[in-house]
């Protein structure tokens, strides 16, 4: 049995001193109200109201339990007010998880403006390159770069990232500038944590094995060895815009270039998105 049957009714009736205003108030019939009212004064076992052919009043028991419920009625509206207003206007913790350089030059910043414009949030980010679990990690929301392995999750496009293969003018005068993949293999590339790069050409994607005198799992360092003339790189866009912009590096073989990679926002199947992480997202798709 619900406890709350009929306590809407009832406070009503009480408020309005009639039945048939009762039932206007709550968009009822006076006969589905009156029925109500009966229920209730039989599951609580007493009479609540002293029925005339013209007003109705509460009687002892009725003022008695009109005074117990009318703050349980309003602490449930408050409950409701609240919660609609949660699912309106974001607030609450956001927790993020996204790759290392990615989320401190292209991520944060924007989520960082997005905290001011969203005074409500706070805001948890873990930038990790190890792709972290959003169930044992409770993440919201995690940002994925390239080919997702992830099948089990929901992604929506951010936007792309594009890789450039690259070396620096000292480098290309003292080595040459290769014209076609297989002259990769007579160069020195600069190793990150893959010892092979992605390229296109006219039979689709190709992958080319690379060797050279550095091994590094960080982009930086290889940006760095580049821009030094110590070997070509394979980077991400992110990494190389102000050394291909001041000419510090060239790109090359830019026929061969990938094709674009996405840039993903992961969340959980099966849930609703909340509003606070809607609106991130929609946030970062916007300026991303």
């Known amino acids: 049995m619900n406890e709350w049957h009929g306590i809407s009714e009832f406070i009503a009736v009480a408020e309005t001193g009639s039945f048939t205003r009762a039932a206007e108030k709550l968009a009822l019939s006076t006969a589905q109200v009156s029925r109500q009212i009966q229920t209730l004064e039989q599951r609580l076992g007493v009479k609540l109201f002293y029925r005339t052919t013209r007003r109705v009043s509460p009687t002892e028991a009725g003022q008695l339990y009109y005074q117990s419920c009318r703050p349980l009625v309003d602490a ?8 609609s207003q949660l699912q309106s206007v974001p607030q609450g913790t956001l927790r993020i ?76 005068a003292n080595y040459g500038t290769p014209d076609t993949l297989s002259e990769l293999a007579h160069h020195s590339c600069l ?40 070997g070509i790189a394979q980077l991400p866009d992110y990494y190389l815009a102000s050394a291909l912009a001041d000419g510090r590096l060239k790109e090359i073989l830019p026929a061969f270039a990938p094709d674009q990679e996405g840039i993903w926002a992961l969340y959980l199947p099966g849930r609703q998105l909340s509003p606070k992480v809607r609106i991130l997202v929609d946030y970062l798709t916007e300026h991303l």
């Open 76 to 83: 449930l509206s408050d409950a409701e007010r609240n919660l």
């Open 97 to 172: 998880t996204a790759p290392v350089t990615y989320g401190e030059r292209q991520l944060m910043p924007l989520l960082n403006r997005f905290l001011q414009e969203h005074p409500r949030l706070n805001l948890q980010c873990d930038l990790t390159n190890k792709k972290m679990d959003l169930i044992d990690g409770n993440y919201d929301l995690a940002v994925r770069l390239g080919p997702l392995e992830e099948q089990d999750m929901i992604a929506r496009r951010l936007g792309s990232r594009r890789l450039y293969t690259c070396a620096s003018p000292d480098y290309l």
């Open 191 to 230: 190793v990150g944590t893959l010892d092979y790069w992605r390229f296109r050409d006219s039979r689709g994607e190709r992958v080319i094995r690379i060797h050279g005198r550095l091994h590094c799992n960080s982009g930086d360092a290889l940006l760095d060895a580049a821009c030094r003339g110590l």
